[in-house]
């Protein structure tokens, strides 16, 4: 079967696109490797900022009005998100529309004008956005524990930057940016769903016309922990949320996948060990979940879980000793096939929408030199044994990688206790 077909343009940007049977949806999405890790300190926030002017007007629709007119008179769906990493910009039409939006997308990129009145006004939006993010923990504590791992460097920093920051841009800022980290250098199409017969011409028609640039790389990660780390936002809060996980370093390929399938036994499903433990046995929090972020050169796996005030330490000692418990003893049987069998029914739902497939493939271009195709993610999952979890286990969660973030009214004393608790050390 034919999952993808992968190409480069005249200007030598990647093109995939990716075929989709039994949907009448196109999604175009293109992602620019940069984000808030290729900035600096005066740059922090300006990825993230930069990715809403793109909806403010191009040289040929000269306003938002007229551009969000355009976009939504196709019918479609679109959007934007920036990452640590990347950031992409999307629509999701009817078949017949894959042209408009090919069209649309690439004026954005390519002709946008960041007028300096709506930057101004776009602060405020972007405040906003900060303080929203400010008042959910369980949306916060993630920012928290990535400044806890990596501190005052790109990897710690939040990608939407600080509010004085976000005040202080200007025009300039966002132009000397945008030719830097924008252009065929960092920038690939993705198109996926029903697509048209003529969807390499299209691609090269509105896309190959991108311009080089002279694309700055991001500051590696440099990985100094020694001893286990704790870092807290006092907020009042009616309950305590935390994140409690370890650093992973450098990975291959293979232990991506180990780890991943690793968080997943531990609290990735509501039969999930933390699930079962935290929550059903001992009625510690309503959200437990164990995940995982992996970067292009680091990442981390980690528990996040709102705990009821008074429980945090019992909740903290809970989690470890679930890590510590599958150093120990391998997983059984039927909870490994369940968990593959898991990971193969989500994917082929989350793979239904041509979305969801332009947003897989997307990724790849970002993280991977060979793309890999459902079934051959499905292959490598069946191919990892509960002797890999172990040893996998046994290599990351050490004392030396652990790390705790909290939000909520800590005292003294707690963070003290919980300082004391974090140790895999019987």
């Given at each position: 079967?034919?999952?993808?077909?992968?190409?480069?343009?005249?200007n030598?940007?990647?093109f995939?696109?990716?075929?989709?049977i039994?949907t009448?949806?196109?999604?175009?999405?293109v992602?620019?490797k940069?984000?808030?890790?290729?900035?600096?300190?005066?740059?922090?926030?300006?990825s993230h900022f930069?990715?809403?002017?793109?909806?403010?007007?191009t040289?040929?629709r000269?306003?938002?009005?007229?551009l969000?007119?355009e976009?939504d008179?196709?019918?479609?769906?679109y959007n934007?998100?920036?990452?640590?990493?990347y950031?992409g910009y999307w629509?999701?039409?009817?078949?017949?529309?894959?042209?408009?939006?090919?069209?649309?997308?690439?004026d954005m990129l390519?002709?946008s004008?960041?007028?300096?009145e709506?930057?101004e006004r776009e602060?405020?939006?972007?405040?906003?956005?900060?303080n929203?993010?400010e008042?959910n923990?369980?949306m916060?504590?993630?920012?928290?524990?990535?400044?806890?791992?990596?501190g005052d460097?790109?990897?710690?920093?939040?990608?939407?930057?600080?509010?004085?920051?976000?005040?202080?841009?200007?025009?300039?800022?966002?132009?000397?940016?945008?030719?830097?980290q924008y252009?065929a250098?960092?920038?690939s199409?993705?198109?996926?769903?029903?697509?048209?017969?003529?969807?390499?011409r299209?691609?090269?028609k509105?896309?190959g016309?991108?311009?080089d640039?002279?694309?700055?790389d991001k500051?590696?990660v440099k990985?100094?922990?020694?001893?286990?780390?704790?870092k807290?936002?006092?907020?009042?809060?009616?309950?305590?949320?935390?994140?409690?996980?370890v650093?992973l370093?450098?990975f291959s390929?293979k232990?991506?996948?180990?780890?991943?399938?690793l968080?997943?036994?531990?609290?990735?499903?509501?039969?999930?060990?933390?699930?079962s433990?935290?929550?059903?046995?001992?009625?510690?929090a309503?959200?437990?979940?164990?995940?995982?972020?992996l970067?292009s050169?680091?990442g981390?796996?980690?528990?996040?879980?709102?705990?009821?005030?008074?429980?945090?330490?019992?909740a903290?000692?809970?989690?470890i000793s679930e890590y510590?418990?599958i150093?120990?003893?391998?997983?059984?049987?039927?909870?490994?096939?369940?968990?593959?069998?898991?990971?193969k029914?989500?994917m082929?739902?989350?793979l239904e929408?041509?979305?969801?497939l332009?947003?897989?493939?997307?990724?790849q271009l970002?993280?991977?030199?060979k793309?890999l195709?459902p079934?051959?993610?499905?292959n490598?999952i069946?191919?990892?044994?509960?002797?890999?979890?172990?040893k996998?286990?046994?290599?990351?969660?050490t004392?030396?990688?652990?790390?705790?973030?909290?939000?909520?009214?800590?005292?003294?004393?707690?963070?003290?206790?919980l300082k004391?608790?974090?140790?895999?050390?019987?």
């Open positions: 079967m034919k999952y993808y077909s992968i190409d480069k343009l005249s030598k940007m990647p995939i696109a990716a075929p989709l039994g009448e949806t196109v999604t175009v999405l992602m620019i940069t984000g808030s890790k290729y900035e600096n300190r005066k740059e922090s926030g300006l930069l990715e809403h002017m793109f909806f403010k007007g040289s040929k000269p306003s938002a009005k007229l969000s007119i976009l008179a196709i019918g479609g769906e934007a998100f920036t990452c640590k990493e950031t629509i999701k039409v009817a078949s017949e529309k894959t042209e408009k939006a090919l069209e649309l997308v690439s390519l002709n004008q960041f007028p300096a709506e930057i602060k405020g939006v972007i405040v906003e956005e900060i929203m993010y008042d923990p369980l916060k504590i993630e920012d928290v524990f990535e400044e806890c791992l990596y460097t790109p990897a710690g920093w939040d990608t939407a930057g600080t509010v004085a920051n976000v005040k202080a841009f200007k025009r300039p800022d966002f132009i000397k940016y945008f030719t830097k252009g250098k960092s920038s199409l993705i198109v996926a769903g029903k697509l048209p017969k003529n969807i390499n299209l691609a090269q509105y896309f016309i991108t311009p640039n002279n694309w700055q500051v590696k990985e100094v922990q020694k001893v286990s780390a704790l807290k936002v006092t907020k009042k809060t009616d309950q305590v949320t935390l994140s409690l996980g650093r370093g450098k390929e232990d991506e996948f180990i780890v991943k399938m968080a997943i036994v531990l609290g990735g499903s509501m039969s999930s060990r933390m699930f433990e935290v929550r059903e046995r001992r009625g510690l309503y959200f437990v979940r164990t995940n995982t972020e970067y050169d680091t981390y796996l980690t528990t996040a879980a709102g705990i009821k005030r008074g429980h945090e330490e019992e903290v000692k809970v989690i510590k418990k150093t120990k003893e391998l997983v059984l049987t039927d909870e490994l096939r369940r968990t593959k069998d898991m990971i029914g989500r082929a739902i989350s929408a041509s979305d969801d332009a947003s897989w493939y997307g990724r970002i993280y991977r030199k793309y195709s079934e051959d993610y499905i490598i069946e191919k990892i044994s509960a002797l890999d979890l172990k996998m286990a046994q290599r990351i969660f004392n030396a990688n652990l790390n705790l973030a909290l939000i909520g009214s800590i005292s003294t004393k707690l963070e003290t206790n004391k608790a974090l140790t895999f050390n019987d």
